[in-house]
């Protein structure tokens, strides 16, 4: 059951993922007859699942939903912004109560009730068009929510005033949320069975709003052919209990009479532990997982299995690289081949394994969508978001990793990024702000950018700041890229008022230590008055990486081979006599790290030195090494406390022999050239 239910949880995400997208959709082409279907049949298929596992509130509400859709379809109704709004707010409510089926938390149950209230006030007049409401709140029936405990006992002659059991039944669906058990002990052996004879009988139990002689004229016609009984068992949904489900689940299998004095007496001791505090819902582990590209054909698997999948993979690509080291050193030719052929299906099963685990960035966009809608609604800001590259793929724990970054990015353009829309007249700027996403390839890269058309960054107001918190001395000489750099210190922040959406001093430096765990890098360009462009480069994965090996003394590095432009050999004494560490490389001046100086390397200094030519952006620069050894297969794993303050180095890796593999980070040593090359710049023009 347990393993059912977590299947419920994982479609019923996907489902309300799924309604939503279409919602935002349904904004832009309010006509659309294919949105409105696919949103009713999401629904409808929620409803009864959410039925089946006994989350009764869920059902109970996509309902109400429902019908409202049902509606819009026979165009008894139309789509406005109210109604978008009320079922989007729906949408979030329902996703919480997949963690809270029994409306415990009162925030939950008192949202509830108002949600409940508006979906009543949009479905009060069906022929006419949708009454704003007020607040979200219009009256309700003057009725609460009741358990009613009902025995039908057909007569057995009932079929032969033409009545039918089962649509009786039916209609008791339609008083509210019903559970059914049917006892078919009587039915007799077929030789023995009368056709014209009504066998079975039921116990049911209808949550609902409506009275007892509601439920009474069901059974008007046959009320004197059979035996109908009717309790209430309690003032609330019992059916939202899993305690109490489990109870009726219990006499069902045991085919049990039931009585009502014992039912009763159950219910009571289960509403004084769950009124003294003492109940605690089991709740199952649920990933909240967007929608996903359809495939002709897919199967659903646990995330921790995939993890724990990727887990094995790395550890034998290690003992791979492990075996390969010993065969290379045997004379036994037969291991020889057996290692390569071994090491040929490890990369393959490592690449299929990275495919697996790789979800488009689609995935988190619906929720980029959402927030911008919500928040130009709240900051009356007019906002047009633009995509391109949602189908780009990253691993799927990075795409978790990532949400939470970009929401901080699109909130800070969103309040105090744009401009008001007096503000974008006087400038000439379009009234409708423009915010988009961009995502794309680049080598063993995914680049993610998010630009917009706002204010931009305003250097002199960031400086001013930036001085007044002590962060920088008035007479310090920076570049406008510096400057604009300043923002990513903790705690920079030049909103002026605190909001709910931002200005409350958790600034960029927050989303530059997510993008840093990340193994990423940001950047932001920015121009006054024209907008700001913040730039995430990742890698594509989190766990392995295809590198170039080589040596330094007894060391050894790994290099992404993405990175790698050439190689080049040189003596070590040009090295050490070059000028502000950079030497010609095809007749172009290369700066370039020497390895051997860096780690402090002074013993057993080879003739020849091997210079890794790595790239990044459109910039260049080497890495002295003494070897190189060839491609490898590198397993990251996380670095201690000790390297912390070492950018250049990003990770490590496990080599065959069991020795350690330091992996470096060729974008951070570029751009550790690249600054220093630029304060170099600026000191000479201040002599000047």
Known sequence: MKTFESTYLNEAGELLAEIEEILLNLE??????????????????????????GFVHVGELTHELENIFDDIRQEKKSVNAELLNITLSSIDHLRALLNDRSLINPVNAERHETL????????????????????????????????????????????????NPLLLIDELFTLGETHVTAHRADIPDLEELDVHTCYTWWDIYLVTQETEQSIRDVFMFVDDICKIEIYKVADENLLGYKEFVEKIADIEAGEQVVDIGELQKYVNELLQIIRDNQYQEIRSGIVFTEKEVAHSASIRVDADKIDKLISLVSELVTSQAGLSLMAESSPDAHLLNLSEEIEKITRQLRDVTHEICLVPLDSIIIRLRRLVRDLSNELQKEVQFITEGADTELDMNMIHKLADPLMHIFRN????GFESVDERKKMRKPEKCTLSLRAFYSGT????????????????????????????????????KEIQNLILLPGFSTAVMVTDVSGRGVGLDVVQKKITELRGQLQIESEKGKGTTITIRLPLTLSMLDGLLVKVGETHFVIPLGSVEKCYEMKYTELDTAFNNAVRLDNRLIPFVHLRREFDFIEDVPDYAQIVLVAFEGKAAGLSVDQVIGEYQAVLKPLGKMYNG???????????????????DPAKIIQYFDEKIQKNRLKTELVE
């Not at 006509?31 to 596992?53: C, P, Q, V």
């Not at 917009?452 to 310090?476: F, H, N, P």
């Not at 070492?646 to 470096?664: P, R």
């Open 116 to 163: 409940k209230k508006c979906i009543f006030g949009l479905r009060e007049n069906k022929c006419e068009h949708i009454k704003s409401i007020k607040h979200g709140v219009v009256p309700p029936k003057e009725s609460t929510l009741a358990t009613w405990y009902i025995l039908f006992r057909p007569g057995t002659e009932i079929f032969k005033n033409g009545t």
């Open 413 to 416: 353009a969103m309040d105090h």
């Open 646 to 664: 070492i950018d250049i180095v990003s990770g490590a890796s496990i080599l065959g022999n069991g020795s350690i593999a330091l992996v470096l």
């Open 445 to 480: 890269n995914v680049v993610v950018e998010v630009r917009d058309d706002g204010k931009g960054i305003d250097t002199v107001s960031v400086r001013q700041k930036a001085i007044e918190k002590g962060l920088i001395q008035g007479e310090d000489n920076l570049s406008a």
């Open 28 to 53: 832009q082409q309010p006509s659309s007859e294919n949105a409105i279907e696919r949103i009713f049949r999401a629904m409808h298929t929620l409803k009864g699942n959410s039925s089946m596992f």
